[in-house]
């Protein structure tokens, strides 16, 4: 079976990337020393960059790089068709772990402002109690002497109170801290929602990474096995030598354990991938072959920073925190002062006591209830001294995360800037490694270069295209942690960043997915 990601198909794939690899001057060294005219140089691709940018703009993993992580017995659910960053985005919404928790979360802190209300509003309770009475009753007869009698009857009353705040200022001070912590409630959910998102992408760009470098990695693999072959051909031949073969082979070991390292990681990331969406996706979308490079809106820092002052998502929560402590503050002072409370009760009693026997008594109550404090042996004073300690704590915890989230936007404002600037330049690199693997390949072919030679120029050209792969993502990913910097990682950035970066799903085969 499949690995449930692939990448680019095409005629002309990293498959044809082995015959590139394959020591040009090898095949046509042999031939060179059985005559003296020039050697036919066989037709073959080179390993460039045109080579992988065809790999990856074409939709499905070259010969090889499928990588079966399970039975078909045991296999997880998957996911039809073309998975873009956009649609994971909304799967994430359905199925990751963490972003339910907050909801959650976030829907239990919001019975906080009915929980404040509640303390504005009318109380009211009632009660009954039946019992049955039974002892002796002694009293002085008409003699002097003690007489005694059995008592035996049933007690029972009821009572309906309603009890409505006229001017308490502890239950007013009590609804202020359940909308402040409501809203506090609601700042922490959007925090965990820029953190779900970057998780999200997180996910996503290390799968694309992983499966870019195993198809390198592969086709590598296959190259050097083919050169080592030819190597050791020529050494029958007595045309080459056996340290080149050996050098070859060698080099060919530690590309297959660079493969089995890279099946692994491709393995891990995918089921990370995997838990936030809810089933294994067949097909992701990767990164555009032609990959665009857009100025950044807006381009001045100064913007982004008071963007991220007023709307990243840590320091809304903070600045609600501190609210909330405010609120306790008030809440810890309202006990010095006063309360006033309109009471109306009804009761209905039979048999009450000894002096109601066989009496039944009915009394509705109407007034004012005062209570005044004088004295709590001192805990109002260290409550509201703790109180403003507290919210003393939160504010320097609120200038904490401002300044946390001024270095953060400064960070990725600079990696955004700074990965055009690197993408550009490992695309000379990789340019250069291609014409210099080219010049050691006519160099070997001549006898001024060594095998050697030819294997570092190769892994040099391996490296900087594995290295060009990872920069273009981490260039996305920089750009969606400036988004979530300034607390817009929503749906309509994960929206436009698939649209500008990512090969567009194929709409015959990709599954909508309610957003």
Same mark, same amino acid.
């Given at each position: 079976m499949?690995? !449930?990601?692939?990448?680019?198909?095409?005629?002309?794939?990293?498959?044809?990337?082995?015959?590139?690899?394959?020591?040009?001057?090898a095949?046509?060294?042999?031939?060179?020393?059985?005559?003296?005219?020039q050697?036919?140089?066989?037709?073959?691709?080179?390993?460039?960059?045109?080579?992988?940018?065809?790999?990856?703009?074409?939709?499905?993993?070259?010969? %090889?790089?499928?990588?079966?992580?399970?039975?078909?017995?045991?296999?997880?659910?998957?996911?039809? %068709?073309?998975?873009?960053?956009?649609?994971?985005?909304?799967?994430?919404?359905?199925?990751d772990?963490?972003?339910?928790?907050?909801?959650?979360?976030?829907?239990?802190?919001?019975?906080?402002?009915?929980?404040?209300?509640?303390?504005?509003?009318?109380?009211?309770?009632?009660?009954?109690?039946?019992?049955?009475?039974?002892?002796?009753?002694?009293?002085?007869?008409?003699?002097?002497?003690?007489v005694?009698?059995?008592?035996?009857y049933?007690?029972?009353?009821?009572?309906?109170?309603?009890?409505?705040?006229?001017?308490?200022?502890?239950?007013?001070?009590?609804?202020?801290?359940?909308?402040?912590?409501?809203g506090?409630?609601?700042a922490?959910?959007? *925090?965990?929602?820029?953190?779900?998102?970057?998780?999200?992408?997180?996910?996503?760009?290390? *799968?694309?990474?992983a499966?870019?470098?195993?198809?390198?990695?592969?086709?590598?693999?296959?190259?050097?096995?083919?050169?080592?072959?030819?190597?050791?051909?020529?050494?029958?031949?007595?045309?080459?030598?056996?340290?080149?073969?050996?050098?070859?082979?060698?080099?060919?070991?530690?590309?297959? +354990?660079?493969?089995?390292?890279?099946?692994?990681?491709?393995?891990?990331?995918n089921?990370?991938?995997?838990?936030?969406?809810?089933?294994?996706?067949?097909?992701?979308?990767?990164?555009?072959?032609?990959? !665009?490079?857009?100025?950044?809106?807006?381009?001045?820092?100064?913007?982004?920073?008071?963007?991220?002052?007023?709307?990243?998502?840590?320091?809304k929560?903070?600045?609600?925190?501190?609210?909330?402590?405010?609120?306790e503050?008030?809440?810890?002072?309202?006990?010095?002062?006063?309360?006033?409370?309109?009471?109306?009760?009804?009761?209905?009693?039979?048999?009450?006591?000894?002096?109601?026997?066989?009496?039944?008594?009915?009394?509705?109550?109407?007034?004012?209830?005062?209570?005044?404090?004088?004295?709590t042996?001192?805990?109002?004073?260290?409550?509201?001294?703790?109180?403003?300690?507290?919210?003393?704590?939160?504010?320097?915890?609120?200038?904490?995360?401002?300044?946390?989230a001024?270095?953060?936007?400064?960070?990725?404002y600079?990696?955004?800037?700074?990965?055009?600037?690197?993408?550009?330049?490992?695309?000379?690199?990789?340019?250069?490694?291609?014409?210099?693997?080219?010049?050691?390949?006519?160099?070997y072919?001549?006898?001024? +270069?060594?095998? *050697?030679?030819?294997?570092?120029?190769?892994?040099?050209?391996?490296?900087?295209?594995?290295d060009?792969?990872?920069?273009?993502?981490?260039?996305?990913?920089?750009?969606?942690?400036?988004?979530?910097?300034? %607390?817009?990682?929503?749906?309509?950035?994960?929206?436009?960043?698939?649209q500008?970066f990512?090969?567009?799903?194929?709409?015959?085969?990709?599954?909508?997915?309610?957003?």
């Open positions: 499949s690995f !449930p990601v692939r990448f680019p198909p095409a005629s002309n794939r990293l498959p044809r990337l082995a015959a590139a690899l394959l020591l040009g001057g095949c046509a060294h042999a031939a060179w020393a059985q005559g003296d005219k050697p036919e140089k066989p037709a073959r691709p080179g390993w460039n960059l045109e080579t992988l940018e065809s790999l990856r703009g074409q939709g499905a993993a070259p010969a %090889g790089a499928s990588l079966a992580l399970m039975s078909p017995s045991a296999r997880a659910p998957a996911l039809e %068709g073309v998975v873009d960053l956009a649609r994971a985005w909304r799967l994430a919404l359905e199925h772990p963490s972003y339910q928790a907050a909801i959650s979360e976030q829907a239990a802190a919001d019975t906080e402002r009915a929980q404040g209300r509640a303390a504005l509003l009318p109380q009211v309770q009632a009660g009954y109690s039946r019992s049955r009475i039974s002892g002796t009753i002694e009293q002085p007869g008409f003699l002097g002497q003690r005694s009698s059995d008592v035996r049933d007690s029972s009353s009821a009572y309906v109170q309603l009890q409505q705040p006229l001017l308490n200022y502890s239950r007013y001070a009590d609804y202020q801290r359940g909308q402040a912590r409501a506090q409630g609601l922490a959910f959007a *925090v965990k929602q820029q953190e779900a998102g970057l998780r999200l992408a997180t996910a996503y760009l290390n *799968v694309l990474l499966g870019d470098r195993l198809a390198l990695q592969r086709e590598l693999e296959k190259s050097l096995d083919e050169q080592a072959r030819a190597q050791e051909s020529l050494y029958v031949q007595n045309e080459g030598t056996r340290t080149d073969a050996q050098e070859t082979r060698a080099r060919l070991a530690r590309t297959r +354990a660079d493969v089995i390292a890279a099946q692994d990681q491709l393995r891990t990331v089921r990370e991938l995997q838990a936030l969406l809810g089933a294994a996706p067949l097909q992701l979308a990767p990164a555009k072959p032609d990959f !665009p490079l857009p100025p950044l809106v807006p381009a001045d820092l100064g913007v982004w920073l008071e963007r991220a002052r007023a709307n990243n998502a840590e320091v929560s903070a600045r609600e925190a501190v609210k909330v402590a405010d609120t503050v008030s809440r810890a002072a309202s006990r010095y002062f006063p309360s006033m409370d309109l009471v109306a009760s009804l009761s209905k009693a039979e048999s009450e006591n000894l002096s109601t026997l066989s009496q039944r008594t009915n009394t509705f109550l109407v007034g004012i209830s005062v209570n005044i404090p004088i004295f042996g001192g805990y109002n004073t260290a409550n509201t001294a703790r109180a403003r300690a507290d919210r003393s704590r939160l504010e320097q915890e609120l200038r904490a995360a401002t300044e946390r001024q270095a953060e936007t400064t960070r990725q600079s990696a955004v800037l700074s990965g055009e600037q690197r993408i550009r330049a490992l695309e000379a690199a990789a340019e250069s490694s291609r014409l210099s693997l080219e010049a050691a390949r006519k160099g072919e001549y006898g001024v +270069a060594s095998n *050697v030679d030819v294997l570092k120029v190769q892994d040099k050209l391996f490296q900087a295209l594995s060009l792969s990872r920069a273009r993502l981490e260039y996305i990913l920089a750009r969606l942690s400036l988004a979530a910097a300034v %607390g817009d990682l929503q749906a309509g950035e994960f929206d436009a960043v698939s500008v990512f090969t567009a799903p194929d709409p015959a085969r990709s599954l909508s997915t309610a957003g």
